[in-house]
């Protein structure tokens, strides 16, 4: 079993629009998908998801109806608005610069400082 | 229906709340049942599978609580919680809850009351379309200091051909006629329109028409519309009045229209009637009769500062065009809701801001009580927190309870307001704009609510704030032990006090002024004896006398039958009642001034033999008037001393030479009397030089009416009707005007000071017994906090006198700091007030220093009370408490 990290606050939400740009799932298939996208690397409490997910609708970046699942049940599902889409493009981009930046000033030696 | 709209909405959303809560839990406990079977195929137990997954999940209530957060629902929610609570909380303290409730019902209701006058008077936008574009022109000259001259015809064309600013421009003229035929003579008021001046106002008859333009010539303007009040007490309000012809001056006119009833404004619209401005040929060319005032419309978009430069452009053309009829003369803008305004305005704002301040000091109690409460609340506080309510949710617990208070407040302050209301409306005074429309209207509701949030809002945030910033530990831990308050809560405590007592003494300072300005009024000393005195007016209606002759005789008969009335000392007669604040002005030339230079102005009059002896004014050199002083004979004046003093440097003027005829060659006089000064005017003011003729010795024939004075034996309103028998014996048509006593005519023109004093007197009091009620309750509450450290000090050695010193002079501290600010904040504002006073300064020595002095002894007697309590602290019991 891989180490597993403390989820970054704020990144969640990342995450979740990560997951659902892929489709729309519903709660449990999200938790699956960023298990599986994180290759279980990320620990997250699973009840924390779904204030995430309230929250992401009300802001409209996530839309949310209900379906009948592969299993018959009536399930929730979400998926990625184009304002949703717009935020995860940025979102992405910003992680990444900052991923980056964390990145080089760490692999920076004390003499070349 | 609208409740019925509300209770729909309420249910649907109750409905709804509960299918978003199945919706939730559905889709949160499908999520646990996923992960069960999930794990379940993974080969682990059901019941360990369950388990697991449950954990995994985390705190199902809280992550709903989160989940209700984040859409919103949950704010409602909790705020209905919060107001059930708060409901509950004030439920359980009744007395502070009254205590807080009536202090802001009073603060609130006073100035609810206050603004509805405000508003009224001032706010309430003037009864006409787009009244901002509405303008007053008037005349202004280099000769004649009034500032409401009228314009000349051939001016009012020129304006109306050269202006680029104006939409329209109605000249009009006052009218006045004596009504007959209808019961007991009446004299009415009205204004000569022309048919411009309904559109400009927006006026439209109730009943019948406005005036056509073939009525608008003379000779055809004999059509009259009626005043909705006059045609009700004329006609009875009945419609068919319309088409009938009444008689007035004699000549016949037809009623064409009926005007619907108009706001008091003492403006052209609420008069008794309006007749066609139908000018003459010579008045049209008559270019140096200036006497027409003139209302007029800005295009859109003009400012009154485009309007005056084009004005004062023409007027200076005119000038130049017409030297003998226009020189020295130019024109004059004013907006016209200023100039219905202009008097009430500052006395109604300092009115208005005195309140204001009352309602701060009430909110300072009620922000103090609301702090000792917040400290004995602090261990349930603590415990709320404890169980996880967060600092926001315990503010804006505390924030609901001071607003539930405020608006309760607010509320009970509106009953308050209505009953003001009334209250100042009999006490206003009668020349105050639209005080007959005095009401409480939705503007008056919002100023009431949006004051009962504001003040709840003050009240209660900073003690919120400040409850919820403890520690929990220790809060909890206490035990609510009385270890001397924090030190925060004591400084907000003392610093609220120091406001409360510096506003009251800001108050009490303005209102002392006011009460010593009203009585310095009072004692001046107008210069004749107002009691036992009746006056009244004589209208001559138009074409009564043909010559100037018949009408002296009239005047001669009607005296002389006056004061043959029982009951009757003295009666004499004028051309301008005493206190009517009316008065003549006229050119005069002395021969104390170089010849040939320009006349001065003087206050001119007319007056009857013994007409100062009727008043009582005395005579302070000379004689008076005879029955000799006639047309046969050289003329004659009584000037004042005031005119003694302008015009011969105070020396004697009687035997000096005097004229009061305007042109080539002055007719000269002789001064034969000097009286002495009257404040018959206005009582603030410096007497102004006079001068009076003999009645006798009128030439021109608008003789107009005359004013009579009665000296009685009794009340002189008892005496009236037998004054009247004898008028009417004179002549049956003779209208009887403006009746008064002079003792009632002088109430009249103090009511305005008298108003000001006595709401001033009414605020600083509320104001002073707030502030005292306030350190009164800082003291005992902090000797209340002290009693263990008194008993310490008590045990100590130290005796009841140096405790009973020590609490006095904590409350003398306060005092002085807050009297301290108190009067530098007077020192600023009470200047603002200075056209309300007289003869007293606005930072009167004797006012501050006396007001000052009585403000802190009352302050530290309030705090006796608590301080005898202190002293009574047995050190035992005290320390045993602990």
Not at chain 2, 290 to 315: F, M, S, W, Y
Not at chain 2, 537 to 563: C, M, N
Not at chain 2, 709 to 725: M, Q, W
Request: aromatic residues 8%; proline residues 5%.
């Amino acid at each position: 079993m891989p180490e597993r990290a403390q989820i970054l606050p704020g990144t969640l939400d990342l995450l979740i629009l990560k997951a659902v740009s892929l489709g729309p799932l519903y709660g449990y298939g999200i938790l699956l998908r960023i298990e599986q996208i994180s290759r279980g690397a990320l620990l997250i409490e699973q009840g924390a998801l779904y204030p995430a997910l309230f929250r992401l609708v009300r802001q409209g970046l996530l839309k949310a109806h209900w379906d009948t699942s592969e299993n018959n049940r009536r399930t929730k599902f979400y998926e990625l608005t184009s304002a949703g889409r717009k935020r995860l493009h940025q979102e992405e981009a910003d992680w990444n610069r900052l991923v980056a930046a964390i990145a080089s000033a760490l692999k920076a030696h004390p003499e070349e400082s | 229906m609208k409740a019925l709209a509300l209770l729909r909405s309420f249910a649907s959303s109750q409905i709804h709340r509960s299918r978003f809560e199945d919706d939730m839990d559905q889709e949160l406990r499908s999520h646990i049942q996923d992960r069960t079977s999930d794990l379940v195929r993974s080969g682990i137990p059901r019941a360990e599978a369950e388990r697991r997954a449950r954990l995994d999940f985390g705190g199902y209530q809280k992550f709903k609580e989160q989940c209700r957060e984040s859409v919103g629902a949950h704010f409602i929610e909790s705020l209905a919680q919060d107001v059930r609570y708060a409901l509950r909380m004030l439920r359980k303290y009744p007395g502070f809850t009254t205590v807080a409730i009536l202090t802001l019902a009073l603060g609130i209701g006073a100035n609810t009351a206050m603004f509805s006058v405000v508003n009224t008077s001032l706010l309430r936008p003037l009864p006409f379309p787009n009244s901002s574009q509405l303008v007053d022109v008037w005349a202004r000259s280099a000769v004649f200091d009034f500032p409401h001259l009228g314009l000349s015809l051939p001016d009012i064309a020129d304006i109306r051909d050269q202006n680029n600013v104006f939409s329209e421009i109605a000249p009009y003229r006052f009218s006045g006629f004596t009504l007959t035929g209808h019961g007991a003579p009446r004299r009415l008021d009205g204004v000569e329109v022309p048919i411009s001046l309904f559109g400009v106002l927006g006026m439209r008859p109730r009943y019948g028409r406005t005036f056509t333009a073939a009525e608008m010539q003379p000779g055809q303007d004999r059509e009259i519309i009626l005043s909705s009040d006059l045609w009700r007490e004329q006609f009875g309000g009945d419609p068919r009045a319309v088409g009938i012809t009444i008689i007035l001056d004699g000549k016949p006119y037809t009623i064409v229209g009926v005007m619907p009833p108009q706001q008091h404004l003492d403006f052209v619209t609420d008069v008794d009637y309006w007749i066609p401005f139908a000018p003459t040929k010579e008045q049209l060319a008559d270019r140096s009769s200036h006497g027409i005032p003139v209302i007029a419309r800005l295009k859109p978009g003009r400012t009154i500062q485009q309007a005056q430069a084009e004005l004062d452009a023409i007027a200076a053309r005119l000038q130049k065009a017409y030297p003998d009829a226009d020189k020295g003369w130019s024109f004059r803008l004013a907006s016209l809701e200023n100039d219905v305004v202009s008097d009430s305005r500052t006395p109604l704002l300092i009115l208005l801001a005195a309140v204001g301040f009352v309602l701060l000091i009430a909110c300072a109690n009620v922000g103090n009580l609301f702090l000792s409460r917040g400290w004995s609340r602090r261990r349930e506080l603590g415990i709320r927190s404890a169980l996880g309510a967060t600092r926001s949710r315990i503010v804006r617990q505390l924030l609901v309870e001071g607003l539930i208070v405020a608006l309760v407040g607010g509320l009970f302050g509106l009953l308050i307001a209505a009953w003001g209301v009334q209250g100042l409306g009999s006490l206003l005074p009668p020349d105050t704009p639209r005080i007959k429309d005095l009401s409480i209207d939705t503007t008056v509701l919002w100023f009431t609510f949006a004051a009962s949030i504001l003040a709840g809002l003050l009240f209660s945030l900073v003690p919120a704030t400040l409850a919820s910033k403890q520690n929990v530990n220790s809060a909890v831990k206490e035990g609510g032990a009385q270890t001397g308050a924090g030190a925060q809560h004591v400084f907000l405590r003392q610093s609220l006090v120091v406001g409360e007592v510096a506003l009251a003494l800001l108050l009490v300072i303005g209102a002392t002024l006011a009460l010593r300005s009203f009585a310095k009024l009072l004692a001046v000393n107008i210069g004749f004896r107002s009691d036992h005195l009746l006056t009244m007016y004589l209208d001559f209606p138009s074409g009564k006398f043909t010559k100037t002759d018949q009408a002296l005789s009239y005047i001669h008969e009607i005296v002389a039958a006056v004061r043959s009335a029982p009951g009757v000392q003295d009666a004499s007669a004028s051309g301008y009642s005493p206190l009517s604040g009316i008065k003549g002005e006229t050119t005069i030339h002395t021969d104390a001034m170089p010849p040939n230079s320009p006349p001065a102005m003087s206050q001119g009059d007319t007056a009857f033999p013994d007409y100062f002896k009727t008043l009582g004014v005395s005579l302070v050199a000379g004689r008076d008037f005879a029955e000799t002083d006639n047309t046969n004979s050289p003329e004659v004046y009584i000037v004042n001393q005031a005119f003694a003093k302008a015009f011969f440097a105070g020396a004697n003027p009687v035997g000096r030479r005097l004229s009061n005829q305007y042109g080539k060659n002055p007719k000269w006089g002789q001064i034969v009397g000097e009286i002495a000064d009257t404040r018959d005017d206005a009582a603030e003011a410096a007497p102004a030089p006079e001068l009076f003729a003999p009645v006798d010795q009128i030439k021109d024939s608008g003789l107009t009416g005359i004013s009579l004075v009665v000296r009685t034996n009794a009340d002189p309103l008892s005496t009236l009707s037998a004054v009247e028998d004898r008028i009417w014996s004179v002549d049956k048509a003779q209208p009887v005007e403006n009746v008064a006593s002079m003792d009632q005519l002088l109430s009249k023109s103090h009511s305005a000071p008298r108003f000001q004093t006595f709401l001033l007197g009414v605020f600083g009091g509320l104001g002073l017994l707030l502030a005292i009620v306030g350190i009164y309750g800082v003291i005992s509450y902090s000797v209340a906090q002290r009693t263990h450290e008194i008993g310490i000090r008590m045990a100590l050695g130290a005796n009841p006198t140096q405790v009973l010193r020590l609490v006095l002079a904590q409350g003398l501290n306060l005092a002085l700091i807050g009297s301290a600010i108190g009067i530098l904040a007077s020192f600023a504002l009470t200047r603002l007030m200075a056209s309300l006073l007289f003869g007293v300064s606005t930072t009167d020595p004797l006012t501050f220093v006396s007001v000052t002095a009585v403000l802190i002894a009352v302050a530290v007697a309030a705090c006796y009370i608590p301080a005898r309590r202190a002293m009574r602290v047995d050190p035992v019991s005290a320390l045993r408490c602990e």
